[in-house]
């Protein structure tokens, strides 16, 4: 049977909202809701990932389990692989990315991936959805490069992530949103 681990990366320096994590929704960190959300899931280890000492305090005063990472990585990929080689290489055979800004994220949708995963023998994934055309040039949505359709159910590699890339109304690709935003705001 393959260990799963859940890893949520974290940071207040975000320049576009900053302290994000630590946003009240409904009087409860932003960072304790997708905490929560991934835990529903019975996924045995789930972790965040931060370097920030405020993150820290509030995930575990909150019943959760926190990594410190550096505060140098440039995405929240990096943060997840820092935790990932620090504690968890020689002990998890699968790793899911769940982005710390998704408060509304349905557990049913991680386990989902999970299950994909664990058929096609990826070892890191993350959830994506269709980009609404209003979203590709928004610096706000991640994005995904695939090579194939997105539809439900399927599995794909990405080639890239990124929030803004020139010439992508010209580049023949599939660009798909990282997030999910599957069920309105708490």
């Known amino acids: 049977m393959k260990?799963?681990?859940?890893?949520?990366?974290?940071?207040?320096?975000?320049?576009?909202?900053?302290?994000?994590?630590?946003?009240l929704i409904?009087?409860?960190p932003m960072i304790v809701h997708v905490l929560n959300r991934a835990k529903e899931t019975k996924i045995e280890k789930v972790v965040v990932a931060?370097?920030?000492?405020?993150?820290?305090?509030?995930?575990?005063?909150?019943?959760?389990?926190?990594?410190?990472?550096?505060?140098?990585?440039?995405?929240?990929?990096?943060?997840v692989y820092e935790a990932y080689i620090k504690n968890f290489s020689s002990n998890?055979?699968?790793?899911?990315?769940?982005?710390?800004?998704?408060p509304n994220?349905?557990?049913?949708?991680?386990?989902?991936?999970?299950?994909?995963?664990?058929?096609?023998n990826c070892e890191i994934g993350t959830l994506?959805?269709?980009?609404?055309k209003d979203e590709i040039n928004n610096p706000h949505v991640v994005k995904v490069q695939v090579d194939e359709e997105m539809t439900t159910g399927n599995f794909l590699i990405a080639k890239d992530f990124f929030r803004k890339k020139k010439n992508l109304k010209k580049k023949?690709?599939?660009?798909?949103?990282?997030?999910?935003p599957l069920q309105k705001m708490l």
């Not at 994506?128 to 609404?132: E, G, K, P, R, S």
């Open 3 to 23: 260990n799963t681990v859940i890893i949520i990366p974290a940071r207040l320096a975000a320049k576009r909202f900053p302290n994000k994590p630590l946003a």
């Open 26 to 28: 409904k009087g409860t």
């Open 50 to 79: 931060t370097p920030d000492s405020e993150i820290i305090d509030v995930v575990e005063k909150n019943g959760g389990q926190a990594i410190f990472t550096q505060n140098t990585h440039t995405s929240g990929s990096d943060r």
């Open 92 to 102: 998890a055979d699968l790793i899911i990315n769940v982005q710390g800004d998704m």
């Open 105 to 120: 994220i349905n557990p049913s949708s991680i386990l989902h991936l999970e299950k994909h995963m664990k058929k096609s």
């Open 128 to 132: 994506a959805i269709n980009l609404q």
């Open 172 to 180: 023949k690709t599939n660009i798909k949103k990282e997030f999910i």
